[in-house]
């Protein structure tokens, strides 16, 4: 008995679905990179522009999208399709256990994923590696930060970073660079998506401070890097170091 025909708007879902149930996957993004082979899985467009009738061809039993990724005019257009849309809401890590566990066991039916159990026990084991005042750019031109309630702020914290515009009253707020540049920090940390964050992409605009560079990867999916994540985000935050060196030489 085959399983239920699934379509993914998300990046880091599609990831989850593909490494635990492959061949559940019918209909993927564009931006949809892990795993790198997707076997037969239709691409159906952006996040943020999907193509709903090329979605609704696909006969999925089940979308699975974001409330932050995708855009509610899209969503409620498939439902008027006629297609189950299951929307995550992903503020911390507890949260993204309980609904990555929620889409497997309750929505697709399936066993809870070892990646899934893997993941829990090494954010229980989790200590502070330092203690940093920071901010955290996502994108530049304009420049705009973490705020409020989000999921990489959360994993951060429970690494020793404390996010200086955790109490802004948006999410993703736009900041100017100099109101940046004068904030109480001792630190940046810079992923390298959705914005690609790079050694002479960012640092250089905060010479005063030390970067960490970071994966976006492991910083803001809720999938199997959420396994690794603690560990690989720990060594990028205690290599943070100034941009003038060794970064100028890179340059």
Not at 15 to 25: D, I, K, Q, T, Y
Not at 125 to 150: I, K, Q, S, Y
Not at 166 to 171: I, L, M, N, S, T
Request: hydrophobic share 45%; net charge negative.
């Amino acid at each position: 008995m085959r399983g239920p025909r699934v379509v993914s708007l998300v990046p880091s879902l599609t990831e989850a679905v593909a490494v635990s149930a492959p061949g559940l996957l019918v209909g993927v993004t564009d931006w949809c990179t892990h795993p790198a082979d997707l076997g037969a899985a239709v691409r159906i467009g952006g996040t943020k522009n999907p193509d709903v009738r090329a979605v609704v061809e696909l006969r999925p039993d089940l979308v699975i999208a974001n409330e932050e990724e995708n855009r509610l005019p899209d969503l409620d257009a498939l439902r008027a399709a006629g297609l189950r849309v299951l929307v995550t809401g992903i503020r911390d890590l507890p949260q993204a256990l309980r609904e990555l566990e929620g889409l497997f066991v309750d929505a697709l039916g399936l066993a809870r994923p070892g990646w899934l159990a893997d993941a829990g026990s090494a954010w229980a084991r989790v200590e502070p590696v330092g203690a940093w005042n920071a901010f955290v750019p996502v994108w530049r031109r304009p420049w705009m930060v973490l705020g409020r309630d989000t999921f990489a702020g959360d994993l951060l914290a429970r690494l020793g970073v404390r996010n200086v515009y955790a109490d802004h009253a948006e999410r993703y707020p736009r900041i100017p660079a100099a109101e940046l540049a004068a904030a109480p920090c001792d630190l940046v940390v810079f992923p390298d998506e959705p914005y690609r964050f790079t050694a002479g992409d960012g640092p250089e605009a905060f010479p005063d401070l030390p970067a960490a560079l970071v994966s976006g990867r492991h910083l803001t999916w809720y999938g199997p890097s959420l396994a690794e994540a603690p560990a690989v985000l720990a060594a990028a935050l205690r290599a943070a170091r100034p941009w003038r060196e060794p970064f100028r030489s890179q340059h």
